[in-house]
Nanobody, 124 residues
Framework: QVQLVESGGGLVQAGGSLRLSCAAS????????MGWFRQAPGKEREFVAG????????SYVDSVKGRFTISRDNAKNTVYLQMNSLKPEDTAVYYC?????????????????WGQGTQVTVSS
């Protein structure tokens, strides 16, 4: 199994910033597209951001465009989510996920591996 471990969550005031990190195990990280999902209490898990294996393509849910940035460092087997201008509605458990597709595309579902999640709480 591919291991994904998220970190960087916490409590932040509205308007603040956090950077989430996801460290991946395995030798094939460079072939995986990576994504961030989130789930708030009582809501479905939603796609937030994704990045293709080359880093050449990114995708974001409309609600975070202009505020969040996904990036990856394949040498470190790590993907990041920089979150700026945080809003209370961003409060959720954020999950890192890996997609084994080798098409250099970003998908919003069908991911193969998942981390345990990290809590992000934005206070008003």
């Amino acid at each position: 199994q591919v291991q994904l471990v998220e970190s960087g969550g916490g409590l932040v005031q509205a308007g603040g910033s956090l950077r989430l990190s996801c460290a991946a195990s395995g030798r094939t990280f460079t072939l995986y597209a990576m994504g961030w999902f989130r789930q708030a209490p009582g809501k479905e898990r939603e796609f937030v951001a994704g990045i293709s294996w080359s880093g050449g393509r990114t995708s974001y849910v409309d609600s975070v465009k202009g505020r969040f940035t996904i990036s990856r460092d394949n040498a470190k087997n790590t993907v990041y989510l920089q979150m700026n201008s945080l809003k209370p509605e961003d409060t959720a458990v954020y999950y890192c996920a890996a997609d084994r597709n080798n098409l250099d595309i970003v998908r919003t579902k069908g991911y193969d591996y998942w981390g345990q999640g990290t809590q992000v709480t934005v206070s008003s």
